[in-house]
């Protein structure tokens, strides 16, 4: 069976970040062409709920965008934003997501895990992933479960059988 191929957004979520300096960005981004996806676009904005906003809600209103991912902001300092406004949006959350990857992140990390607020959701029929901003943790939500879920052959189940019942 011929792998299906998802439109995905990518948000870098700083306000020390540009496109010459967004680690995570590009990393998210090599990992989504390496898994022959299409990169539908990538942006850079503030710290900020109403910037995180706009920018979920222009994509959430563009039917070929099948995923959104975002990295940065899901710390615990004032400007870490990135969940509350993506929460903003979830019709449904997959709390499994913040649950695993914080599994993996104990391992390398320990109890530093706690810090980290990632979490995952569905909003108008497609999914939606907010990262640390770090490139280790990037890498690690990737490599150890994006990827996978992602991948419309990876059995038993994915994410990418369901996107039509969303």
């Not at 995180?52 to 070929?64: A, H, P």
């Not at 975002?70 to 509350?84: Q, S, W």
């Not at 992140?105 to 907010?130: D, E, M, N, P, V």
Request: hydrophobic fraction near 35%.
């Amino acid at each position: 069976m011929k792998k299906k191929k998802l439109n995905i957004a990518l948000l870098t979520v700083s306000d020390t970040r540009n496109s010459k300096t967004d680690k995570s960005g590009e990393l998210l981004k090599k990992k989504i062409m390496s898994s022959h996806h299409n990169l539908f676009e990538k942006k850079i904005c503030k710290d900020s709920v109403i910037e995180i906003k706009k920018v979920i809600n222009g994509w959430l209103k563009i039917k070929k965008i099948n995923v959104i991912i975002a990295t940065g902001g899901t710390g615990l300092t004032k400007r870490d934003v990135t969940p509350e406004a993506f929460k903003f949006f979830f019709e449904k959350d997959i709390p499994g997501f913040g649950e695993i990857f914080r599994m993996i992140s104990y391992k390398k990390i320990k109890t530093s895990t706690i810090q980290s607020r990632t979490c995952a959701g569905i909003s108008k029929g497609k999914f939606l992933f907010s990262l640390p901003g770090s490139p280790g943790a990037c890498k690690d939500a990737w490599d150890e479960i994006i990827k996978y879920q992602l991948d419309s052959s990876f059995k038993p189940c994915n994410l990418v059988e369901i996107l039509p019942k969303l």
